[in-house]
């Protein structure tokens, strides 16, 4: 329906004119005025004159309720389409909960795909925590996030290399499942937040914490050379303790894979099981 203008109208006003006319034309021309309005066949000038007066206003009166409907629907429509606008993030849920019925099929894809990619990489970073014995940790997986959280005390020389273990774990995991690591490894939203990252910072401060003679600017153009060697040893390092050990990564993954988030506690307990083929 297009929107209402004062030309639109103006038109409108000639458009229901010109049929007014021509309706009163076809009437007296098929004889139809002696039937339904009661005049001779001799129409006199004022006779026309009403005849195509009432036509006319017959003709508007329809050409404004059309208008009024259809304001009307254009306005529902408009109040619909700004609640979409103006919707939250929690309506947005609130939406999407109530069309879980029509499923999606990529977008599931997609998710498990994530999910279980999640999993391996945090059953990974796990086992190692159980390994190097932190005090405090769990791991969950979500279909938007997925992490371990640890709590430790002041990290001396070699707290810094197990951290460094730990932070490579999850690509290492993703290796000997998959056969290879993802991109979340390596860079993230933050380059700040992916494990690599972590782990490149962590051996900067191995390297001066081990050598005091080291310039403590920790610049990769002073470390480059160190970061790069420590880095390939670590990351072999953690992959031999992961191989050793895959009964017990096999275990996470599928305790991962049923409830997504496991306890310090309940890791111990499930890896307790597998505490003979444990390095």
Do not use: W
């Amino acid at each position: 329906m297009k929107k209402l203008t004062v030309f639109g109208a103006f038109i409108d006003l000639i458009q229901c004119f010109v049929a007014a006319c021509g309706i009163t034309l076809l009437i007296n021309f098929f004889g139809l005025t002696t039937e339904f309005l009661n005049v001779t066949e001799e129409l006199s000038r004022n006779a026309i004159i009403n005849e195509v007066r009432a036509i006319f206003f017959l003709l508007i009166t329809i050409t404004t309720l059309k208008y009024v409907y259809f304001l009307g629907i254009d306005r529902l429509l408009g109040e619909k389409q700004s609640d979409v606008d103006n919707m939250t993030p929690t309506g947005i849920g609130a939406i999407a909960s109530e069309m879980e019925e029509v499923p999606c099929e990529a977008d599931d894809k997609i998710a498990d795909y994530n999910i279980n990619i999640s999993v391996i990489h945090e059953a990974g970073h796990a086992v190692m925590a159980y390994l190097k014995k932190l005090e405090y940790y769990s791991v969950y997986v979500a279909h938007t996030s997925a992490k371990i959280t640890y709590v430790y005390k002041n990290l001396d020389l070699e707290d810094v290399k197990d951290q460094i273990l730990i932070s490579y774990a999850g690509a290492v995991a993703e290796e000997l499942v998959l056969g290879e690591f993802h991109y979340g490894c390596i860079g993230s939203i933050s380059d700040q937040e992916s494990d690599f990252s972590k782990a490149t910072g962590l051996i900067k401060a191995y390297i001066v914490m081990n050598d005091c003679t080291k310039s403590k600017s920790l610049l990769d153009s002073e470390l480059s050379d160190e970061i790069i060697k420590l880095s390939n040893e670590f990351y072999q390092e953690t992959k031999e303790i992961l191989s050793s050990n895959k009964d017990a990564l096999d275990t996470i993954i599928e305790a991962l894979k049923k409830q997504r988030q496991l306890t310090q506690e309940e890791i111990e307990r499930l890896l307790e099981k597998e505490k003979g083929g444990i390095i």
